[in-house]
């Protein structure tokens, strides 16, 4: 497994790999508070669906173990207002939500009515959502790599859009853990990344694990990918999910859906990987998704060089909105789901 870490906890002490710096600089920085997680997970320090929760999560965590609570409202009050700070930091990705919404819960039936050991218990709460991470992460790589064999026994080639690896969670990733998965079994050919432009998750952040971890692999531009399809055998395509609805329209990184639509045109399987806490059960489908607009920098400028001519206006979502129905399974901890006879995914809480 990969050793590869963006995410280090120990001892009430929360350090982040600063995913800004990659692939040039690799420095973790300390993150022991839920005021510099935010601006962490703001700046896209930390980034990817399942760490910014992990990271907000530990972050609440490290400030609870300095504090002794009065009572057990005092306690509460601290929880909701850092929690709901937190949830300020980025809109798309429901795994944020839904750890802080887990955390909230956790009043409603008290485990003691003594304030410390309840506050013991929300950390050990926040503490198991990174410890679990990895497990959950290794299932979806398992289910989705079996599930996928069942079309082609050897030698795939698949295709990753963004960052979807041990940088993006706890370690060994949704998407790219299912292309570990491959490449562990002996079955991966080959997998090729999108550079994913803006912020270039791909070329910096899942080329820098896929050469750390040695795994045959090519870097292609976004524009690429309709001719990569028709020239190299693509086998499947696998991204990750920053919000999944229940009707399966997924929003993920900028480019996916395009990916979606060329790969339907080549019939060519979609796979989403995802851990069930980006499936967002509340909603009925992707048009209620909030889609994160992010400053223009990032699209006139690389990593402070402006490329872009001064002046122009620029429109920058960070993600989009990939229907159903372009997808052709979606890959959870709990095995694949593949739409019913009526080419649905009627997605429940048992996925
Ligand atoms: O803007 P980012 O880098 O946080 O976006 C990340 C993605 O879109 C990933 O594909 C998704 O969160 C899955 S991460 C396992």
Not at 148 to 175: F, M, R
């Amino acid at each position: 497994m990969s050793s590869l870490q963006a995410i280090r906890y120990n001892n009430s002490k929360l350090e982040l790999l600063n995913q800004l710096l990659l692939p040039q600089q690799f420095e973790f920085e300390d993150c022991s508070s839920c005021e510099l997680t935010f601006h962490a997970i703001r700046s896209m320090k930390v980034r990817g669906a399942p760490a910014i929760a992990i990271a907000a999560a530990l972050a609440l965590a490290c400030e609870l173990k300095q504090i002794n609570f009065n009572s057990q409202k005092e306690l509460q009050q601290f929880v909701f207002s850092k929690l709901n700070f937190l949830c300020e930091s980025r809109p798309t990705a429901v795994n944020l939500f839904k750890m802080a919404e887990d955390i909230k819960n956790l009043f409603e039936k008290p485990t003691t009515d003594n304030a410390n050991e309840f506050k013991n218990h929300i950390i050990s709460f926040a503490e198991k959502i990174y410890s679990d991470d990895i497990q959950t992460n290794k299932l979806i790589g398992d289910f989705g790599a079996k599930f996928i064999l069942q079309n082609k026994l050897h030698n795939l080639n698949v295709l990753t859009h963004c960052n979807t690896g041990s940088l993006a969670t706890a370690g060994y990733g949704t998407a790219l853990g299912v292309v570990r998965s491959l490449y562990a079994q002996n079955k991966l050919n080959h997998v090729y990344a999108t550079e994913t432009r803006p912020y270039n998750q791909g070329a910096r952040l899942t080329a820098f694990e896929l050469v750390y971890e040695k795994i045959p692999s090519t870097l292609i531009t976004d524009s690429m990918v309709s001719f990569l399809m028709k020239t190299k055998k693509i086998d499947a395509v696998l991204v990750g999910a920053d919000r999944v609805a229940s009707n399966g329209d997924t929003a993920n990184k900028i480019g996916t859906y395009q990916i979606a639509v060329a790969a339907a045109y080549h019939n060519i399987p979609f796979y989403v990987a995802a851990p069930t806490t980006s499936i967002d059960f509340k909603i009925k489908s992707g048009e209620e998704i909030h889609i994160e607009e992010r400053p223009k920098q990032e699209v006139t400028h690389i990593q402070n060089i402006q490329i872009a001519a001064s002046g122009i206006d620029v429109w920058n979502p960070s993600f989009d909105i990939t229907p159903a129905s372009l997808i052709t399974g979606i890959i959870t901890e709990h095995g694949v789901k593949t739409k019913n006879n009526h080419g649905e995914f009627q997605l429940n809480d048992s996925v």
